[in-house]
């Protein structure tokens, strides 16, 4: 596609269901990172994928989070057991190749809120 | 945790003046970027200097890079009302970003 797309734009859940956020990144593009964004605040780093596998899993919270990327490409981000405080805008970006001197190029975000 | 934190937090000017903003990063760098992000989501990428450049132009934005003091500054000159936004420096191969600067533009 021409851009980053990420679905769906706004989810809303209650305390306690699982959802599953979608990324499709540029074609071709290797690195994938996920971030959640709080109001007022930068985006908080979650993870970060090289190909299919995770290279940089630190960001995630805790082990409710998870994220996948079988085939390098499409990536899903997996919330277990919801709670309020998930409530953010979760963006989604991807590189041609990963690292500092790569930009990354950014999708619109899935605002998630959990009631 | 952070690595580049931006100052100040809040800026507010008026049209057709010049914002400066800054960046400060903890460990060493091998490039830094510098993002936009308007009201909304969307983050939109503006520049890249890498640790061997001092200073980097692009349109009306000048980038500075100071490594001995692990800092950078974003210059905005003859600001309009389109670039009230927040903007974030990103240094460290994890490209994580601090809390930004919040820029408003008044007419």
């Known amino acids: 596609g021409a851009g980053v797309s990420q679905t769906p734009s706004n989810k809303v859940t209650e305390k306690g269901k699982y959802v599953e956020l979608r990324c499709d990144p540029i074609s071709g593009h290797t690195a994938l990172y996920w971030y959640r964004q709080s109001l007022g605040q930068g985006p908080e780093f979650l993870i970060y994928?090289?190909?299919?596998?995770?290279?940089?899993d630190s960001g995630l919270p805790n082990d409710r989070f998870f994220a996948v990327r079988p085939e390098g490409s499409v990536s899903t981000l997996k919330i277990q057991r919801t709670e309020r405080g998930d409530s953010a805008v979760y963006l989604c970006?991807?590189?041609?190749?990963?690292?500092?001197?790569?930009?990354?190029?950014f999708g619109s975000g899935t605002q998630l809120s959990v009631l | 945790s952070q690595q580049g934190e931006e100052d100040p937090q809040a800026l507010s000017i008026q049209e057709g003046e010049n914002a400066t903003m800054n960046c400060s990063y903890k460990t060493s760098i091998n490039n830094l970027q510098w993002y936009r992000q308007n009201s909304g989501r969307g983050l939109v990428h503006l520049i890249l200097i890498r640790s061997n450049e001092r200073e980097k132009h692009s349109g009306r934005l000048r980038v500075t890079l100071d490594t001995s003091k692990k800092s950078s500054s974003l210059l905005i000159t003859a600001s309009r009302a389109a670039d009230t936004a927040s903007y974030f420096c990103v240094s460290n191969e994890k490209l994580t970003f601090g809390t930004g600067t919040r820029l408003t533009i008044i007419p």
């Open positions: 994928f090289q190909g299919t596998g995770a290279a940089d």
């Open positions: 970006a991807s590189s041609l190749s990963g690292g500092s001197h790569e930009k990354l190029f």
